[in-house]
């Protein structure tokens, strides 16, 4: 099994990135996807879920009005556009395989640096 995270990178505040999880080994259709981040010194926090069928979408507050989660099941992959991004939005963002509420399975997360 593996999730594979890329996409991010070093971007002005205001400015945009798009994350991709490259996922393999299971069953990805089925699964709920699931975006976190963790900030320096801080608890990871969700920031969008997107269900197998892509017809139900969460984003945690911060993310509402900001970003928008995807997936491409013939591609096996789910990404996250990010727009407008903050200083905050500085992390590492990891996608996760779920079941049932469960996390099944973690990526190895890609780093998000925003300047201003």
């Known amino acids: 099994v593996q999730l594979q995270a890329s996409g991010g990178g070093l971007v002005q505040a205001g400015g945009s990135l798009r994350l991709s999880c490259a996922a393999s080994g299971f069953a990805f259709s089925t699964y709920t996807m699931t975006w976190f981040r963790q900030a320096p010194g801080k608890e990871r926090e969700f920031v969008a879920s997107?269900?197998?069928?892509?017809?139900?979408?969460s984003y945690s507050d911060s993310a509402k009005g900001r970003f928008t989660i995807s997936r491409d099941n013939a591609k096996n992959t789910v990404y996250l556009w990010m727009y407008s991004l903050k200083d905050e939005d500085t992390a590492v963002y990891l996608c996760?395989?779920?079941?049932?509420?469960?996390?099944?399975?973690w990526g190895q997360g890609t780093k998000v640096t925003v300047s201003s």
């Open positions: 997107i269900n197998w069928s892509g017809l139900s979408i």
């Open positions: 996760a395989a779920q079941l049932l509420g469960t996390t099944k399975y």
